[in-house]
Structure formats: structure tokens, C-alpha cells
């Protein structure tokens, strides 16, 4: 059973514009989340991560947004750019450190010049 | 480089042949996490590293994968009798424990004829 869900597997944005990849989650035990990027034929790279004591982080164009209640994260990259094209996958678990992180599925993003 | 390396980049075998994955995480990193990637789909848990000994090895899919990490650093992954269902990528991350953000390396692609 999928414990992370991302249920979007592709979206297309113009540059410029706002990019929102969703996320939900089925285990309420779960307090940490990281959105992590991926380019084709390299290795997952940590974007942002979030805590369920916050419902928000930000970082640069980067925004996490967390609903504890509906079980669901939003990554918003505002402005999109060219080079944001690439797999994003949400991940969560169980406190911080020493759990394993479940991950989606993934959505690809594609930037449009 | 300072990433974490992983080794071969490529393994093609044969069925039922053995096949051992490496992986070099950065220096200081505590703990190691295996994980899985199959087309499509997000990674998959195997195994958790702290220091020496597996924390958690509640994702490997049965008796076929064993894994160590005998000075507390370099990891290899075991797997035994390969079987074609094992062909994915691999991917090795280290975490410094005390922020839980994973790091990946670029992936060992197994592909079991």
C-alpha cells in the first residue's frame, strides 16, 4: 500500500509562472516531509523539507505548504524556470532522524520557455 | 568528489548469477539508507544503516539481499540468485543525523537478463 501518494505524475507550466506539485499522505504518524528533485540519470537531490510543527517553509522560489488535518503537502515554485524541469518526489516518516522515508510516486515537471 | 559514490554505475547479469552493489557515502555520515527505484515509481525502502548495524532492515524483499557496512562507512548491497523482477536502480544515500536530509548518489542499474 502507498503511504505517499502523488497522483499527478506529470504537469507542464509556462516560465514564469507558478508550479504547484500536490502530495498526500495516509499514516498520521508521519512529521517530517521533504521534497526532493531528480534529473534523469542522477541521484534524488534534497529541495526543502518541512516539520508537522510548521504549516509552511520557504525557501527562495520555493515554497512547502502543509495540511496536517487533510494529509496533504503542496511544493509552489514561484517563478517556474526552464531548469525546474525534472522529477519531483515528496517523502515522509516518522520523526527526523533514524526512520525509514516512504516516497511517491513522483511528478514530472516541464517548464516551458 | 564529496557526494556519495556508488559503484558500478551499470551491472547487467545474468539470471541467477550474484551481484554486489557499492557505495562510498560522504565522509561523516552516520547512518546509510538503501533504496530501490523501478520505472515509474518512486524509491522503495531496503535498509537503514547506524554506524555499523542495520537499524532497519524491514524493506528487504526476502533472503536474496543482504547488506553491511563492516566499518561503519562503505556499504555493499548482496543480492543472490538474481532474479529478472530484481532489475531497477539502486540508490545509496547517507544522512548526517543530526538534519535527516538524505543525500543520494547517482545509482547502480541493475538489469537481471
Known amino acids: 500500500d502507498q503511504q505517499v501518494k502523488q497522483n499527478s505524475p506529470s504537469l507542464s507550466v509556462q516560465e514564469g509562472r507558478i508550479s504547484i506539485l500536490n502530495c498526500d499522505y495516509t499514516?498520521?504518524?508521519?512529521?517530517?516531509f521533504l521534497w526532493y528533485k531528480k534529473y534523469p540519470a542522477e541521484g534524488p537531490t534534497f529541495l526543502i523539507s518541512?516539520?508537522?510543527?510548521?504549516d509552511k517553509n520557504e525557501d527562495g522560489r520555493f515554497t512547502v505548504f502543509l495540511n496536517k488535518s487533510a494529509k496533504h503537502l503542496s511544493l509552489h515554485i514561484v517563478p517556474s524556470q526552464p531548469g525546474d524541469s525534472a522529477v519531483y518526489f515528496c517523502?515522509?516518516?516518522?520523526?527526523?532522524?533514524?526512520?525509514?522515508?516512504?516516497f511517491g510516486t513522483g511528478t514530472s515537471l516541464t517548464v516551458i520557455p | 568528489g564529496a557526494g556519495v559514490s556508488q559503484t558500478p554505475s551499470n551491472k547487467v547479469t545474468e539470471k541467477g548469477k550474484y551481484v554486489e552493489l557499492r557505495c562510498d557515502p560522504i565522509?561523516?555520515?552516520?547512518?546509510l539508507y538503501w533504496y530501490r527505484q523501478s520505472l515509474g515509481q518512486g524509491p522503495e525502502f531496503l535498509i537503514y544503516?547506524?554506524?555499523?548495524?542495520?537499524?532497519?532492515d524491514s524493506g528487504l524483499p526476502n533472503d536474496r539481499f543482504f547488506a553491511v557496512r563492516p566499518e561503519g562507512s562503505v556499504s555493499t548491497l548482496k543480492i543472490q540468485r538474481t532474479e529478472r523482477g530484481d532489475s531497477a536502480v539502486y540508490l545509496c544515500?547517507?544522512?548526517?543525523?543530526?538534519?535527516?536530509?538524505?543525500?543520494f548518489g547517482e545509482g547502480s542499474r541493475l538489469t537481471v537478463l
Open positions: 518541512i516539520s508537522s510543527i510548521k
Open positions: 499514516n498520521s504518524m508521519f512529521d517530517y
Open positions: 544503516f547506524q554506524g555499523t548495524g542495520a537499524a532497519d
Open positions: 544515500a547517507s544522512s548526517p543525523i543530526a538534519t535527516g536530509e538524505l543525500f
Open positions: 565522509s561523516g555520515h552516520t547512518a
Open positions: 517523502a515522509a516518516s516518522e520523526g527526523r532522524t533514524g526512520n525509514q522515508f516512504y
